[in-house]
């Protein structure tokens, strides 16, 4: 099938190397979350399959499990090009509903808690060139009372207001490769009545920084090291 959500994740931040994670994916429920204990993370396979960024709940993630799951496995291998080595590596989540431990080639890479927002791992020093294998856990007890749920209803239905429950990834999942020394993130601050803008750009690295704005006829360039950088 043709890739689910193929468009960038981050458009106020695209960069143009990178690889979208979405599709079918290995994946097996874990209701007595004694996968860790299994070693899951290294399991040659997985016991089912998802769509990946829906969600175990959804009919479009081609399981449609809506009883209370307790927590989850996902599996998927990758190929990555020798030649996108060169540089830097980054997994990313657009989210995972609730914790989440992420996995590449057997080895924790890190976890995560919130299922709201995205977040990332460098994970140059655990993948190599041709097929590596992600793994990712995440747990969700919709009845904790203090794990933030919104409207996931307490109950097996859904009721008033309440909706089913999501559990596991259910947005986008990336790699992304960057130079050694790259631009980390920027921040822009416009303003209306000078018709200027600001920018707050945190790097990594040496090298220099250049940002165009469209509406001015020149570039804004600045040198920058390692920490951040105020144009």
């Not at 079918?24 to 993370?41: A, I």
Request: proline share 5%; net charge negative; aromatic share 14%.
């Amino acid at each position: 099938m043709s890739i689910p959500r193929p468009e960038y994740p981050n458009p106020q931040f695209a960069r143009a190397d990178w690889m979208n994670l979405n599709g079918t994916w290995q994946f097996e429920m874990d209701p007595g979350r004694s996968g860790e204990d299994r070693k899951l993370y290294e399991a040659d396979s997985l016991s089912g399959e998802i769509v990946v960024p829906f969600c175990p709940e959804s009919k479009l993630s081609g399981v449609g499990y809506t009883d209370f799951i307790p927590a989850v496995w996902y599996r998927r291998t990758v190929s990555i090009p020798a030649d996108k080595l060169s540089g830097r590596v980054f997994l990313h989540f657009g989210a995972v509903d609730y914790e989440a431990v992420i996995y590449v080639n057997g080895k924790e890479v890190g976890s995560h808690k919130g299922g709201y927002v995205h977040f990332s791992f460098d994970v140059t020093g655990f993948v190599h060139a041709g097929e590596n294998v992600i793994a990712v856990y995440a747990s969700d007890d919709a009845r904790d009372g203090l794990i933030a749920s919104g409207k996931q209803c307490f109950r097996y239905a859904s009721m008033g207001c309440h909706y089913t429950r999501t559990t596991g990834i259910w947005q986008t999942v990336w790699l992304e490769f960057t130079p050694k020394d790259y631009v980390r993130s920027i921040r822009l601050f416009p303003n209306v009545e000078e018709g200027s803008v600001s920018f707050v750009a945190e790097v990594f690295g040496t090298g220099e920084f250049r940002a165009e704005a469209s509406r001015f006829p020149r570039s804004i360039f600045g040198t920058w090291g390692r920490g951040i950088c105020t144009i």
